[in-house]
């Protein structure tokens, strides 16, 4: 019973529960963050013994998922007190980033029987994580063959399908195989015997792939084949001519098929069409979460590209500043346009003072009204509600939008401004130039993204630090100009 | 061969493709968005047969993925163009906002027919976005139980697992069940019976689950039972006391279990601990895509909760601007306060015009530090990297980047604005003020989300708007502060 029982325990004795839970009455319910008090615990006194009975409680995946909230020497002293198939499951569920760092404070032939245990994609992230000189430690356990398979998949940029793929498939081909490598199966029962027999080096085994050759013709579920005669030829069972994609296909459109056609696993095809592997819809999952994060950052002008990797407590400040200020500095330099713009209007300044008072405000609001634009669009792309070719009807929807929103919130300006005990020609500009900025903005910001689309920028990096920026000089710009128009004194 | 050659055939029809196709080389390459402009030629040409032609090319789940992107006519039409099993199919792709729109359109009986076809998740999840007067119009057409079931399901609230899960599983009672509808069983050969004699009634089979009565006692995965001598004892080579979720779990609980730990499907059980179903993760992945959908929307100040779930181009107008108004007036009510901040500095801004050049500037990098510490620490939470007991180790992080960033980023203040030409103190002052503005922010970024995690609220909805609001009065605030102070004058 011991495999299961962790998430109980820990709840238990970590006494996070509320209420004392009833011995006899099992709880099925798992939490996602286990309570690991007793590993604390163990970590401070120090002793191996308790903290290998503690490490023991818990569910490895649990505690691989608590490694980068601790310091490097407390991972280290985990791990050590973990035997190898139970230490390489917490690295299972740990960030790639973290399982390396860790790896580096182990020995060689520890590193790679821990990485033994893992499926190929897991090896693979970590593998990619680790800096050259560590992976030189450990590149000569490898059998050339593994090698060449694993430097193949870390070759794929980090968002193809390829680097979260395995080559280690339940394939079955139909035709008398040449290559000894593969089996020649026509039934059910054959291809069930291929499962069986090559247990440990099929790591997707939700779907069987049929192939002719190194062609991929036809995909049958396990359950069907569980559940048919053995006798049953597989082009009997089998869709003929599945959806396939090229190892070099981004993770996010792997997901979206994949979310589409309710699909287990996907197999993954090489340029010439040849089947080379299959990726499982949990590792896009995880992918999915992943580029999450990443769309988060990006839309909070961090450059995701050089802090999106490591978790929060294990990214250097260095790495935190570096991957920040660039940002920083170019909106900070775009930013400079709007001192442009106010001190060519030094003299309206200077005579009414009290135009100063909206600055923030007007900005402000256009600013809001173009990030919810950009939000709604990015949003819309991504899960293709609309497409690049769309632009004309989307700007005609957010200018729409953006008029009818600049009226409501120009009237309550109207009147906050009077309140403020400004002359009515200056609330009537401040109300005025609300509603152009809105509209204004909108279009701004619903072209932003399409065309960053359209150019093959990810719309996120760009539009949402961008559009703040953009809209602010240009909505000083027109608010001065209405100003003039509008405001006594100014004409 | 019917079914998988579509993608190639849409692309080759389309001429979207760079290159001529070679025929007598099948492309395996599916691609998410095939282009459907044979479709969009039969419905201009208003031949049904040349719709039916058409419609008949292309896979249902692409045809249903770009419902959304139509006039309601043209699904109602290509819905009438194609049998129940493929239009089913067709549904099942489509957002069920769409979905329910477009049943709709078509009787009852056909509704039904369609709805038969589809799993039970997405089947409660067309119902739920039907409006009452739909679903009354339907309802008589269910089993007394089938219509508990669904109404059970749809009593969940939208963010909880048991809206996605679905109650037919596969289940095998190793007790001798007392009820007449749970077949006992004890080897691996009657469990994948019950598989085989339940097909339709199964909808999840990844894993078998063994119970006592109607507690889950134990798991198998269907690979397993599938190679295993039909006489194993279940008891062998099951998984005791495997991790369950409760059917009130948020969704992205259940997504993170289900990624820490590569599982392919999670048992869901009710209050008592009795097992009621299971969610595949393929459907959590779908939930995972809307969720960081939602996310961007929060972080835009867009209220997910009104224009959230339908699709683009079908959320009216009014409802567009209701999700997007509530936030922009209380943004811009809360951003006043910036006003306020101006009118008490009224004299100083009268006494140096150019004190105000720079107001834009300062709030804006204040803005942008505080959207890049918000952004990390959201993703951070989200990730698990940090949980809300670390807050002070976060702040005092963050703040040290602010720091750093602020010197960085003064240095290059106090030279732009001296290419301004305005004084070396008035240029001091401003310099100073990143400094401050900066640390500032990223001390407030990083308090809100963990904050807003603690009182049990989603931060992305919180944090991105109010941070920029908070940081632009109070960095105003500072600005005129260390003006007093430095700029000659002023004293």
């Known amino acids: 019973m011991a495999a299961g029982v962790v998430g109980r325990r820990g709840f238990a004795e970590g006494g996070a529960m509320s209420g004392a839970p009833d011995a006899d009455e099992p709880v099925h319910n798992a939490v996602p963050i286990p309570d690991l008090a007793p590993v604390d615990a163990a970590l401070k006194s120090g002793d191996p013994a308790a903290l290998k009975a503690a490490v023991k409680q818990f569910r490895p995946a649990d505690l691989g998922r608590d490694l980068s909230r601790r310091p490097i020497e407390e991972d280290r002293a985990i791990l050590d007190a973990i035997d190898d198939r139970r230490g390489a499951a917490m690295l299972r569920a740990a960030h790639p980033v973290v399982a390396a760092q860790l790896l580096g404070q182990v020995d060689a032939p520890r590193t790679c029987r821990l990485l033994a245990f893992l499926p190929t994609d ?75 027999m090559n247990a440990d080096d099929i790591e997707v085994a939700v779907n069987c792939y049929v192939c002719d050759g190194p062609k991929l013709v036809g995909v049958v579920p396990l359950r069907v084949l569980a559940t048919s005669d053995r006798d049953t030829p597989l082009d009997q069972v089998m869709t003929p001519d599945p959806i396939a994609v090229r190892e070099d296909t981004a993770r996010s ?40 994060g990443t769309g988060i950052l990006n839309q909070g002008a961090v450059s995701g590209k050089l802090a999106g990797r490591a978790p929060y407590f294990l990214t250097s400040l260095a790495r935190t500043v570096r991957s920040r200020l660039t940002w920083l500095i ?121 065309a960053a689309q359209r150019l093959g920028i990810d719309p996120t990096v760009v539009s949402a630090p961008l559009i703040t920026t953009l809209v602010d000089a240009s909505g000083l710009f027109i608010y001065f100009s209405v100003a003039h128009l509008m405001v006594a004194g100014l004409h």
């Open 122 to 196: 897991h090896e693979v992230a970590i593998l990619g994580a680790m800096s050259p000189d560590q992976r030189a430690r450990i590149d000569s356990a490898y059998a050339p063959d593994e090698k060449a398979t694993i430097d193949r998949l870390l070759a794929y940029p980090e968002s193809a399908i390829g680097r979260i793929m395995t080559p280690k498939i339940w394939r079955c081909d139909r035709s008398s195989g040449e290559s000894p490598l593969r089996a020649a199966a026509r039934t059910a029962g054959d291809a069930l015997d291929i499962l069986r």
């Open 253 to 292: 459109d792997a997901a979206d098929i994949i979310n589409t056609h309710d699909f287990l696993s996907l197999p993954v095809v090489d340029a010439r069409g040849d089947l080379i592997g299959a990726v499982r819809v949990d590792d896009l999952l995880g992918a999915a979460l992943d580029a999450a």
């Open 330 to 450: 170019l909106l900070f330099v775009a930013e400079t346009a709007t001192g442009t713009v106010l001190r060519y209007f030094e003299d309206e300044l200077a005579k009414v003072v009290a135009l100063s008072f909206f600055v923030p405000l007007l900005i402000g609001t256009g600013g809001n009204a173009g990030s919810q634009t950009v939000s709604t669009v990015i949003r819309a792309l991504a899960l293709g509600d609309v497409r690049t070719r769309d632009v004309l009807r989307v700007v005609r929807r957010e200018v729409t939008a953006g008029i009818l929103l600049g009226l409501l919130l120009g009237v309550i300006a109207f009147f906050r401004a009077l309140l403020w005990g400004v002359h009515s020609d200056l609330a009537m500009c401040v109300a005025v130039t609300i509603l152009v900025v809105c509209t204004w903005a909108n279009a701004v910001g619903a072209t932003i993204p399409l």
